[in-house]
């Protein structure tokens, strides 16, 4: 008898039924155990029976229900030994077929004349007989054996969870020589990098020769809707929608509106001449843009509020402004223009060392990459050159700077940073049951400087990656296996999958019997092959 404890679960009973070797099998369960209101659970202890009688005693009635819907003989009692059960429907047909079974074999091995067996013996010999019941015997347990041993097998594909963890690990990273070899696990070489770069490039300039901006000049009328006078001094600025601006040539001075009979508001006008600026707000050259059209709005851009109360319309169309005008160089344009080629020099000597590593990388088929860490690129010796000669407020559109710069930094095998931290992982970090899926080598960085030094150049450092881990169910000292194969053995393949899904390790499965008309997983646990699926 198997007497089950209140914290055992459902895989510890499971092990106690596969250990028990009785005829019968009797389970004795304290009162309110979970299992005995669980119908999946109470399914798969009735499967792991098999073909022995199961009983469950227990003093706890109201799973009963449950157990008669299974078929399953029960005893409700206080005394172990008592055992009150009626048989069930199938255990009826199974007794009778065993009767008849036994029938039929006194029978066809009756001893009198009109036998078959009797008759077969006359005719051939007792020996034939009794070789002929041999091999129909032998042929049926072989039958037995092949589907049961050999045909009868379940394949279980499962993916692992895939679990990310960052893990780190200091090292050292110090300038060598080429000759000089790493005798240290924790200390990576460094190689120094130096190269000279030079460049060309052409500027344009912003400044603009006033004496050859040409302007827009005619006469604007100026409204005023105020109560009081206006006086407006020469050269107050007077700008269109666009942001085109002109100057008052001469100070105005302009009465106040007047209220007709019907109270009607009347504007004061007065006439005057109005001269484009070489620029607008934008401090883009105005140009032909300034030739405006007859009855342009313009408006008082000081005047914050009232705008519509104080304005100016153009009295006749604009002319004689173009877009012809000539560009001269400044202080201003030289000096943008180092700011600018330093950035670009920098850039562009930077792109050249990434560009002569990834060479090198493919010429000796390694992984060579520069140490990112702060100050490690150093730039010096910056030299701007003209290509010709050139003088401040000459007229010119363009120039041309020629700029050299000496870049200096440090690589590393990156590939043999991600192989000691990938030696580390498994001989320090990883359990027996945990499998590296994959490392992350895009993700590496330096998280943290520890010291720096010079002569030679070297760094403590903390390097991180992250690592893919996957649960290893396949692992020689890992029985995991085995005990899901233990619970899902003679399961029907969709009650299995999903106990299977709810499994923490396991993100997906696939279950496949053979022969293909056998719906459940082989009852034989060495039937059952596990298949894992990495990708």
């Given at each position: 008898m198997i007497k089950v404890h209140k914290n055992d679960s459902i895989v510890d009973i499971i092990i106690k039924i596969k250990n028990n070797s009785e005829k019968e099998l009797i389970i004795e369960f304290p009162f309110g155990h979970p299992v005995l209101h669980n119908h999946t659970s109470l399914k798969i202890i009735k499967t792991k029976a098999w073909k022995r009688e199961l009983i469950i005693i227990t003093n706890d009635k109201t799973a009963k229900k449950i157990?008669?819907?299974?078929?399953?003989?029960?005893?409700?009692?206080?005394?172990?030994d008592l055992v009150e059960y009626n048989y069930t429907f199938f255990e009826y047909f199974l007794y009778t077929f065993k009767s008849y079974f036994r029938e039929i074999k006194d029978i066809?091995?009756?001893?009198?004349?009109?036998?078959?067996?009797?008759?077969?013996?006359?005719?051939?010999?007792?020996?034939?007989?009794?070789?002929?019941?041999?091999?129909?015997?032998?042929?049926?347990?072989?039958?037995?054996?092949?589907?049961?041993?050999?045909?009868?097998?379940?394949?279980?594909y499962i993916s692992p969870e895939v679990e990310v963890k960052t893990k780190a690990k200091n090292f050292i990273f110090t300038e060598m020589k080429e000759d000089e070899f790493v005798l240290d696990e924790n200390t990576i070489k460094l190689k120094k990098i130096q190269k000279t770069v030079s460049i060309t490039e052409k500027f344009g300039t912003s400044w603009i020769s006033e004496k050859t901006v040409s302007t827009s000049r005619w006469k604007i009328t100026?409204?005023?809707?105020f109560s009081d006078k206006i006086d407006l001094i020469a050269n107050t600025r007077v700008q269109t929608m666009s942001w085109v601006t002109f100057l008052i040539e001469w100070s105005v001075s302009?009465?106040?509106?007047?209220?007709?009979?019907?109270?009607?508001?009347?504007?004061?006008?007065?006439?005057?001449?109005?001269?484009?600026?070489?620029?607008?707000?934008?401090?883009?050259?105005?140009?032909?843009?300034?030739?405006?059209k007859i009855w342009t709005k313009l408006e008082l851009p000081w005047l914050k509020t009232d705008k519509d109360k104080l304005y100016a319309i153009a009295s006749s169309d604009f002319k004689?402004?173009?877009?012809?005008?000539?560009?001269?160089?400044?202080?201003?344009?030289?000096?943008?223009?180092?700011?600018?080629?330093?950035w670009k020099i920098e850039n562009e000597a930077?792109?050249?060392?990434?560009?002569?590593?990834?060479?090198?990388?493919?010429s000796n088929n390694v992984e060579f990459e520069i140490l990112w860490i702060n100050d490690v690129i150093k730039y010096s010796d910056f030299s701007v050159f003209w290509l010709e000669n050139l003088k401040v407020w000459e007229e010119i559109e363009s120039f041309q700077l020629w700029a050299t710069i000496k870049i200096s930094t440090y690589s590393y095998n990156k590939e043999l940073l991600i192989s000691k931290m990938r030696n580390d992982i498994k001989d320090n970090i990883l359990t027996d049951i945990e499998e590296i899926l994959e490392i992350n080598s895009n993700s590496l960085r330096i998280a943290n400087i520890i010291w720096t030094e010079n002569n030679p150049y070297s760094i403590k450092a903390t390097a991180q990656v992250e690592v893919q881990?996957?649960?290893?169910?396949?692992?020689?000292?890992?029985?995991?296996?085995?005990?899901?194969?233990?619970?899902?053995?003679?399961?029907?393949?969709?009650?299995?999958?999903?106990?299977?899904?709810?499994?923490?390790?396991?993100?997906?499965?696939?279950?496949?019997?053979?022969?293909?008309?056998?719906?459940?997983?082989?009852?034989?646990?060495d039937n059952i092959i596990f298949k894992v699926n990495k990708e």
């Open positions: 157990w008669k819907n299974l078929w399953i003989k029960y005893s409700i009692t206080d005394n172990p066809f091995l009756q001893k009198n004349q009109d036998s078959i067996i009797v008759k077969y013996n006359k005719k051939y010999g007792n020996w034939k007989i009794w070789f002929f019941i041999t091999f129909i015997f032998i042929s049926f347990f072989l039958l037995l054996f092949i589907f049961y041993f050999a045909v009868n097998k379940t394949y279980i100026l409204y005023n809707l302009i009465p106040p509106s007047t209220v007709s009979w019907s109270w009607e508001v009347i504007p004061w006008q007065i006439d005057t001449y109005a001269i484009s600026r070489n620029h607008d707000s934008d401090w883009k050259i105005s140009g032909s843009n300034a030739n405006i004689w402004a173009n877009d012809n005008y000539t560009k001269v160089l400044n202080k201003e344009d030289i000096e943008n223009a180092k700011i600018i080629l330093r930077l792109k050249q060392i990434k560009d002569d590593i990834l060479e090198t990388n493919k881990f996957i649960h290893n169910f396949l692992s020689k000292n890992n029985n995991y296996v085995e005990r899901l194969k233990t619970v899902v053995a003679w399961l029907n393949k969709d009650e299995a999958e999903k106990i299977l899904l709810n499994n923490s390790k396991i993100s997906n499965v696939k279950i496949e019997t053979k022969p293909f008309f056998i719906k459940n997983v082989s009852k034989i646990t």
